[in-house]
């Protein structure tokens, strides 16, 4: 069996579409939190999360056309997510995994890589 470019894609695919379900519905209480302490309204929240997950949605489609929707949508949201953490200045090496695995530093309430 040879490796092709196809197979990658679909796996990337499936990665992002799997990442997206784990934050938006099985860490859903971890983005609640995350939206409060941004003092981002819940409305805004809810949409991203429809949003995102209708994203990843269509990136596991045939559909060319769907898949780049998905994907521009997708670029789109995280974009917004990286520019509302440079606004709000907070550390964009943040993660909620690095805290739960004590491998990070406290900086002010804060965990950090």
Not at 15 to 42: C, H, Q, S, T
Not at 51 to 66: G, P, T, V, Y
Not at 100 to 107: A, G, K, M, T
Request: with cysteine.
């Amino acid at each position: 069996m040879y490796f092709t470019i196809d197979i990658f894609v679909n796996a990337l695919k499936i990665i992002a579409g799997v990442a997206i379900f784990f934050v938006w519905v099985v860490r859903y209480d971890n983005i609640k939190k995350e939206f409060v302490d941004y003092n981002l309204p819940e409305w805004l929240r809810d949409l991203v999360g429809i949003l995102k997950i209708s994203f990843a949605i269509m990136l596991q489609f045939q559909n060319a056309e769907l898949i780049m929707i998905g994907a521009v949508g997708i670029v789109v949201l995280m974009s917004g997510a990286v520019v509302t953490h440079i606004k709000i200045k907070s550390c964009l090496l943040y993660t909620s995994d690095a805290a739960d695995e004590r491998s990070s530093v406290d900086l002010g309430g804060r965990r950090i890589i």
